[in-house]
């Protein structure tokens, strides 16, 4: 596992991008030139892991694009110390951004392979997740809910009734949500059986999917 000043130089230009692309929370840019995203993904794609592209991991799944990370990161507002429930591990890399931002992350994935991979890898880096979970992201985690934020990194058909129950209030859900391309939505819980919802804008992520037996 080599970072050299050369991936640095290109994490560099990456925060770049993406500031021009609109993200414009320090922290979350601050991460973007701390992680070595090369290492997250297969080293046949390391030469282009800079670029504002997302690439094929174990799985049939995808790392998801630079942009789209810093986005969801963005909009959750993570604050030091909160407690994060995140759909969707895949590689790590947006595991690891919370885990920059100083959040306590609890983090679940249902393809056993990719929970192996990433749950040995990211302690390599030194990124400690709270708790890994091979399971079902739709159930959420009811044994450690509340949670201040819950983020999904897959595309879900609807928005799973535990996962708004599992948020504290003042608690955000931040959810791609649709068939085939999907709309950003932000769930804000205003009170135990209020929440405001906004839309923020098309995204495209691989497909929720209920957990294999
Ligand atoms: N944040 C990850 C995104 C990976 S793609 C990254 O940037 O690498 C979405 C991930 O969600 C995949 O790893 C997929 O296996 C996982 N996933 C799909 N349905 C799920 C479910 N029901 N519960 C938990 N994880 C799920």
């Known amino acids: 596992m080599r970072d050299?000043?050369?991936h640095q130089g290109l994490r560099n230009q990456l925060a770049t991008t993406l500031q021009e692309k609109g993200i414009t929370d320090a922290n979350v840019l601050?991460?973007?030139r701390k992680i070595p995203r090369h290492l997250f993904i297969d080293s046949s794609f390391e030469a282009h892991a800079y670029q504002d592209k997302a690439f094929p991991i174990a799985a049939d799944q995808t790392i998801s694009h630079p942009y789209t990370v810093a986005f969801q990161s963005q909009v959750l507002e993570v604050e030091e110390g909160e407690k994060i429930l995140e759909i969707g591990t895949g590689s790590g890399y947006q595991t690891a951004v919370l885990l920059e931002l100083k959040a306590?992350?609890?983090t679940i994935e249902r393809q056993h392979e990719l929970f192996k991979k990433t749950s040995m890898f990211l302690p390599?880096?030194?990124y400690r997740p709270k708790r890994f979970?091979?399971?079902d992201g739709y159930k959420g985690l009811p044994d450690e809910?509340?949670?201040d934020k819950v983020i999904v990194t897959a595309g879900a058909p609807f928005v799973p009734k535990p996962l708004l129950a599992q948020l504290k209030v003042g608690g955000k859900l931040l959810i791609p949500v649709?068939?085939?391309e999907q709309?950003?939505?932000l769930f804000i819980r205003k009170s135990p059986l209020e929440f405001e919802k906004h839309e923020l804008g098309d995204f495209r992520f691989v497909p929720m999917l209920k957990k294999k037996n």
Do not use: Q, R
Request: hydrophobic residues 40%.
């Open 124 to 126: 390599k880096l030194g």
């Open 104 to 106: 306590e992350v609890y």
């Open 183 to 185: 709309v950003m939505t």
């Open 145 to 147: 809910a509340p949670f």
């Open 30 to 32: 601050d991460a973007v």
């Open 178 to 180: 649709g068939d085939g």
């Open 4 to 6: 050299t000043t050369k």
């Open 133 to 135: 979970v091979f399971g």
